[in-house]
DNA sequence: ATTTGCAGTGCCTAATTGACACTTAGTACA
DNA sequence: TGTACTAAGTGTCAATTAGGCACTGCAAAT
């Protein structure tokens, strides 16, 4: 689909905050791994080796916020608390999982290129 | 394409950092737009509306720095500073526009999600 | 002669992230 | 009965990052 120039600039002002909103540094990974199936608070954690719980945390605030991901506790005891994908965040699991598999094909590449740009003047 | 949780363990550390590379704010409508055709800075600036010179300035230099576009100086008068997207970053191209046509189609469920949560609690 | 457009840089402050400690509640162990 | 562990967080403070605003240098147009 192409956009004409009016079509972006009418639309940019409310597109840029969605973005936004999706295009943070924890996201795509979190979106990723929930595509998969619905998954506990340290299930999350544990994946996402390195994230600390305040970090997870805000995120999934922010995804739940805004209607991407699902948060549902279970009274069991100790209670647990699930989070799964919405309808709406279920839209982003093909590009997200596209995002996913280049960066895993890339990664080389986009260090090789970090190299050589930082060695032309140091 | 899925991946095992052993998959997912080796290539995660290699992966998250590119993945903070393209994930930011700009990253998305900078490489959209570059797609199209290449653009000239102060095109690129005005095209997204509020950025500012820095903002457009560093973003550039950190994708030109992984590879993802290219600088060209055109030694005109004034001189002209072309952006275009290199072959590694026209991998992005498909799932940018995919998110880009996800941003445009559920900006109002977003906004509508953020609403509702935001009432219930005040 | 002064304004406009181009492509930036520099400084300083505001906003966001991250580290690390603390919490509350239940379960298991000894 | 006390210690320790897991779960799912919250609070506080420091550091990193982003944004605002002003400034530069050069050429063309008015």
Chains 1, 2 share one sequence.
């Not at 969605?18 to 979106?31: D, M, P, S, Y």
């Amino acid at each position: 689909m192409a956009y004409t120039e009016e079509d972006v600039l009418r639309t940019l002002p409310g597109v840029r905050p969605v973005l936004e909103q999706v295009a943070h540094k924890w996201t795509i990974l979190i979106l990723t791994f929930l595509c998969e199936e619905p998954k506990r608070f340290n299930a999350l954690k544990r994946r996402l080796d390195g994230i600390t719980q305040k970090a997870l945390t805000d995120a999934l605030r922010r995804l739940e916020r805004n209607g991407l991901v699902e948060r549902r506790v279970i009274s069991s005891s100790p209670v647990a608390v699930e989070y799964s994908m919405t309808p709406l965040g279920r839209g982003l699991q093909e590009p997200f999982l596209m995002l996913y598999d280049w960066a895993v094909q890339h990664q080389e590449n986009l260090a090789d290129a970090q190299k050589s740009f930082d060695n032309r003047d140091g």
